[in-house]
């Protein structure tokens, strides 16, 4: 097949890309004055697609909750028995693989033998092998694994604040499952799983690094095994969100030496995606640093009053069908750092967003895009998952460019609404507990 070739005259960066018969797009990005090289194999896929209509079929077919993560495990087993890594291990590659709500992706850097590498990621992911026996003795090793996030401060924190944003949303579950769901997989159900969201139509292959394209596509064409793609979309199905929070407040105790906190707000304009999408990540990323960066006004006072300290951070999740912003840290008073938080909001709301503020933390946003071109990794990865989102992250500056001061103003209006918060906290253990 044939590549088109694409250059960003802002970056100087260059990108060869397509759609294979199969249905699978292909994505190289290649930088020669690299040392290695990496490349990640992803499915739209996550921990939240349990009920869906396969192609081609009228019925909806629901499985148990965690099978994105455990197929992920089981697609290391090889029908002769091999290990997978020891196959990257032979040529110099390192390789992982992870599971979010969304994606399932399979990857490995390398810094020699890069054709070889990418052959061996090409085979097993696309060698799916699984008995009942194989099944149940991954059940074992799933459940202590979730049962080490049962013990994992952050984890809990994030995900108590999670359902307290969402009522319905399957994003509010663990994206491994319980010990309980997990006993309900089996070898049929991980085959009816890879057979949907594994068809190549619903996959996207990243390439980035020190890369010859043309041995690349060689390794490709030779590697892609027959598959048939869908000619139709898949339907997940989703129940309905309703707007607002389920709960405002969640409180945990664990072994821990100070209290830990996420609070923020769940994100109300959604089913968009594409550069709408980006477009609404741009501007509520401006806000984060304009409310509450270093220079802020709202961390300088809760600085001051030692509520917050060098742990504290923000971040934004998106997706098309849902998104919420994060702060999070250490407090000797979480309830208090929301009380002040908001009643510094309720200010900024009074008095308005300053337009140099805006200015200063747009430019930041723009450094940040350039800076993130030096990590081939991060990357690439950032590349597939907005990919999946229908974004061009190659072309960020034509949606960058069209974010106005104004644009953010209504976002803040928006977004950042007491009616639509929330608060996690795990505290330490008390003496007794």
């Not at 797009?25 to 992803?42: C, L, N, V």
């Not at 020891?86 to 969304?102: I, P, Q, V």
């Not at 810094?111 to 799916?128: C, H, I, R, W």
């Not at 072994?255 to 109300?268: H, L, Y």
């Amino acid at each position: 097949m044939e590549l088109t070739f694409r250059k960003n005259e802002l970056t100087g960066e260059c990108m060869y890309y397509g759609t294979h018969r199969s249905g699978l797009g292909i994505y190289i990005i290649p930088k020669k004055d690299y040392s290695g090289a990496y490349a990640i194999f992803g499915t739209r896929y996550g921990s939240v697609d349990s009920k869906f209509v396969v192609p081609g079929e009228t019925e909806v077919t629901e499985v148990p909750d965690g099978i994105a993560h455990y197929l992920e495990h089981k697609m290391f087993d090889q029908p002769d028995g091999s290990n997978v890594f020891d196959k990257f291990s032979k040529y110099g590659g390192n390789a992982n693989a992870f599971t979010s709500f969304n994606i399932t992706a399979y990857l490995f850097s390398c810094t020699a033998n890069f054709e070889e590498n990418l052959e061996a990621l090409l085979d097993y992911v696309q060698s799916p092998y699984y008995t009942d026996e194989t099944v149940a003795k991954e059940q074992g090793i799933i459940g202590q694994e979730i049962r080490m996030y049962d013990d994992n401060p952050g984890w809990q924190l994030f995900f108590d604040y999670i359902n307290c944003l969402y009522k319905e949303h399957p994003v509010k579950k663990e994206i491994a499952g319980t010990v309980e769901s997990i006993s309900h997989i089996t070898a049929d159900y991980l085959y009816k799983c890879y057979n949907t969201f594994y068809n190549l139509s619903n996959m996207a292959l990243v390439i980035t690094g020190n890369v010859d394209v043309d041995s690349a596509m060689k390794v490709i064409e030779a590697g892609i095994k027959k598959n048939e793609p869908f000619t139709e979309p898949i339907k997940k199905i989703y129940p309905k969100e309703p707007a607002e929070v389920a709960s405002h407040y969640a409180e945990k105790s664990m072994a821990i030496s100070a209290p830990m906190f996420m609070m923020g707000f769940k994100d109300t304009d959604v089913d968009i995606d594409g550069d709408a999408l980006l477009k609404k990540n741009i501007e509520i990323t401006i806000l984060l640093r304009m409310l509450f960066g270093k220079s802020s006004a709202i961390y300088k006072k809760l600085y001051d009053m030692s509520l917050i300290n060098s742990t504290f951070g923000t971040d934004y999740t998106m997706q098309p069908a849902y998104g919420f912003t994060a702060l999070e840290g250490e407090s000797k008073d979480p309830k208090r750092v929301y009380d002040i938080i908001m009643e510094e909001l309720g200010k900024v709301r009074e008095t308005g967003l300053d337009r140099g503020d805006f200015e200063r933390a747009k430019k930041v946003m723009w450094g940040n895009y350039i800076r993130s071109h030096n990590d081939i990794e991060d990357y690439a990865v950032t590349f597939l998952q907005l990919l999946f989102m229908n974004i061009d992250y190659f072309g960020y500056y034509d949606v960058y460019k069209t974010v106005t001061f104004e644009d953010v103003e209504k976002r803040f209006e928006e977004h950042f609404r007491r009616e639509n918060s929330a608060l996690s906290v795990v505290k330490p253990l008390e003496a007794g507990e």
